[in-house]
């Protein structure tokens, strides 16, 4: 892929340089919208506005949708009104708002005085859900039927209609109201006797989601009835959108990133990683670095307390790194496991209290294993007293039940106060997991060694 990629960009440049416009202009008819969009990334500023223009306004419009948010923007620059217009006229509704959403004040005020009235009022509407919600992703575009409508009826209706639609093949049935009475697919309505009504070859008590859900909550729905669409209904069970299967891939890829990005204690971007600046990357880095830098002062504050101890006996503090790593690992995969069963809605906070037992059974015979091999070492290798290695060894044990103690709870707690559980991952917990390892590890010594 990548090699055909390379020899697209080579064509287009060439092309470009003998300004052979026909030739090109041909050869990206045959192109998929995303591969033209990802070689006209990589073009030089001052070709790219001039090959967009030899696209026909339908691939332009396509091929503008796939671009990055930066790229629209240095396009949207070189675009006359005209030019703007046309592209807006051939974008689905959830495009559009999309596009409002990634540009800059100045440059939304001018996508919007092309935009026409209908299409403005539409963009408005949408933009008034709450982010992250099903209805600020959804698109307006579907094709309604009535429930008296005959098969021969409908398909007529979907041919006056549906080149406007973002898609056909699930059409839906209401009301005179916008109620969602159900849900028919073309297949059904083509293969149907022609006088057959809707309402008899509808599929009734549709599945849909609330304007106000969450937008994973409507991937999860998609996902688990294997629908190519989703309708979106209002609070009265009145249908206002869909959402098409290519948006539900857009916001896997974004929840994906932005729970990685978290548990990496990074503030999530919208744009790709060569894109993105070195100032930007900065900001999105340093606030977390702070506050974990701060958080791990604890630390360093019980390690001052019990300093006359490990002077006493080196090798407590020689095993400090090892508990410390072993203790945060284990709290990051008791974390993740918890987070990606959230995330698959496997798990709810009333599930707490199976999963900690579940996660102390796991972490004792973890531990156990852990500190019998980690004995065996010491006693071998190290050539420590069996008593120093005991202390070592129980340590260890409890802050393996400790680390997924906390692993686990934490992401349970931040989702029942309605914070995003990839917060509570591998940076937190591990600061969390050091502080209480050192001061059981200092309790042991205490009390064993009696240092």
């Given at each position: 892929m990548k090699e055909r990629t390379e020899i697209l960009e080579e064509t287009f440049r060439k092309l470009t340089e003998e300004k052979k416009y026909a030739s090109l202009r041909d050869l990206m008819q045959t192109l998929y919208p995303a591969d033209i969009a990802t070689i006209l990334s990589d073009m030089p500023e001052k070709l790219m506005p001039a090959i967009f223009r030899l696209l026909p306004k339908d691939l332009a419009a396509e091929t503008f949708v796939e671009m990055e948010s930066d790229v629209k923007e240095e396009l949207i620059k070189s675009f006359s009104d005209t030019e703007l217009k046309a592209v807006i006229d051939e974008m689905y509704m959830d495009d559009a708002v999309d596009l409002i959403e990634e540009m800059p004040a100045n440059m939304v005020r001018r996508i919007l005085a092309q935009a026409d009235a209908d299409t403005r009022k539409q963009i408005n509407e949408i933009l008034k859900y709450k982010d992250d919600s099903a209805g600020s992703v959804m698109t307006t575009e579907f094709v309604a039927l009535t429930p008296r409508m005959t098969a021969a009826d409908a398909i007529n209706e979907i041919r006056s209609t549906g080149v406007d639609?973002?898609?056909?093949?699930?059409?839906?049935?209401?009301?005179?109201?916008?109620?969602l009475l159900g849900t028919v697919t073309i297949r059904t309505l083509i293969l149907a006797r022609p006088n057959e009504t809707c309402e008899s070859l509808m599929t009734p008590n549709a599945i849909s989601v609330n304007t106000m859900d969450d937008q994973e909550t409507a991937v999860q729905t998609m996902s688990k009835y294997n629908f190519t669409s989703l309708p979106v209904v209002d609070a009265e069970n009145r249908m206002v959108g869909i959402i098409t299967v290519d948006d539900a891939l857009d916001i896997m890829e974004e929840e994906a990133?932005?729970?990685?990005?978290?548990?990496a204690a990074i503030t999530p971007s919208d744009k790709p990683y060569l894109r993105t600046g070195v100032f930007e990357t900065w900001k999105n880095r340093i606030p977390w670095l702070l506050l974990l830098m701060v958080s791990g002062t604890f630390t360093g504050i019980v390690i001052t307390r019990f300093e006359d101890a490990l002077k006493l006996v080196p090798v407590l503090f020689a095993s400090v790194p090892m508990l410390m790593d072993t203790g945060g690992n284990s709290g990051?995969?008791?974390?993740?496991?918890?987070?990606?069963?959230?995330s698959l809605g496997e798990l709810?906070?009333?599930?707490?209290?199976?999963?900690?037992?579940?996660?102390f059974r796991v972490s004792f015979l973890c531990?156990?294993?852990?500190?019998?091999?980690?004995?065996?070492?010491?006693?071998?290798?190290?050539?420590?007293?069996?008593?120093?290695?005991?202390?070592?060894c129980v340590t260890m044990l409890c802050t393996v039940v400790i680390a997924k103690f906390v692993g686990c709870t934490l992401?349970?707690?931040?989702?029942?106060a309605n914070l995003d559980p990839a917060v509570m991952a591998s940076p937190f917990i591990t600061t969390i997991v050091d502080v209480l390892s050192l001061i059981i590890y200092f309790q042991f010594a205490t009390m064993i060694l009696k240092v």
């Amino acid at each position: 892929m990548k090699e055909r990629t390379e020899i697209l960009e080579e064509t287009f440049r060439k092309l470009t340089e003998e300004k052979k416009y026909a030739s090109l202009r041909d050869l990206m008819q045959t192109l998929y919208p995303a591969d033209i969009a990802t070689i006209l990334s990589d073009m030089p500023e001052k070709l790219m506005p001039a090959i967009f223009r030899l696209l026909p306004k339908d691939l332009a419009a396509e091929t503008f949708v796939e671009m990055e948010s930066d790229v629209k923007e240095e396009l949207i620059k070189s675009f006359s009104d005209t030019e703007l217009k046309a592209v807006i006229d051939e974008m689905y509704m959830d495009d559009a708002v999309d596009l409002i959403e990634e540009m800059p004040a100045n440059m939304v005020r001018r996508i919007l005085a092309q935009a026409d009235a209908d299409t403005r009022k539409q963009i408005n509407e949408i933009l008034k859900y709450k982010d992250d919600s099903a209805g600020s992703v959804m698109t307006t575009e579907f094709v309604a039927l009535t429930p008296r409508m005959t098969a021969a009826d409908a398909i007529n209706e979907i041919r006056s209609t549906g080149v406007d639609k973002e898609t056909i093949n699930t059409c839906y049935v209401l009301d005179d109201k916008y109620h969602l009475l159900g849900t028919v697919t073309i297949r059904t309505l083509i293969l149907a006797r022609p006088n057959e009504t809707c309402e008899s070859l509808m599929t009734p008590n549709a599945i849909s989601v609330n304007t106000m859900d969450d937008q994973e909550t409507a991937v999860q729905t998609m996902s688990k009835y294997n629908f190519t669409s989703l309708p979106v209904v209002d609070a009265e069970n009145r249908m206002v959108g869909i959402i098409t299967v290519d948006d539900a891939l857009d916001i896997m890829e974004e929840e994906a990133t932005e729970d990685i990005s978290k548990m990496a204690a990074i503030t999530p971007s919208d744009k790709p990683y060569l894109r993105t600046g070195v100032f930007e990357t900065w900001k999105n880095r340093i606030p977390w670095l702070l506050l974990l830098m701060v958080s791990g002062t604890f630390t360093g504050i019980v390690i001052t307390r019990f300093e006359d101890a490990l002077k006493l006996v080196p090798v407590l503090f020689a095993s400090v790194p090892m508990l410390m790593d072993t203790g945060g690992n284990s709290g990051s995969q008791a974390s993740v496991s918890v987070i990606r069963a959230l995330s698959l809605g496997e798990l709810e906070f009333k599930d707490i209290f199976r999963v900690i037992w579940k996660e102390f059974r796991v972490s004792f015979l973890c531990g156990l294993m852990l500190a019998a091999a980690n004995y065996g070492r010491l006693m071998l290798l190290e050539k420590v007293t069996p008593l120093q290695a005991l202390t070592i060894c129980v340590t260890m044990l409890c802050t393996v039940v400790i680390a997924k103690f906390v692993g686990c709870t934490l992401p349970l707690l931040a989702k029942k106060a309605n914070l995003d559980p990839a917060v509570m991952a591998s940076p937190f917990i591990t600061t969390i997991v050091d502080v209480l390892s050192l001061i059981i590890y200092f309790q042991f010594a205490t009390m064993i060694l009696k240092v």
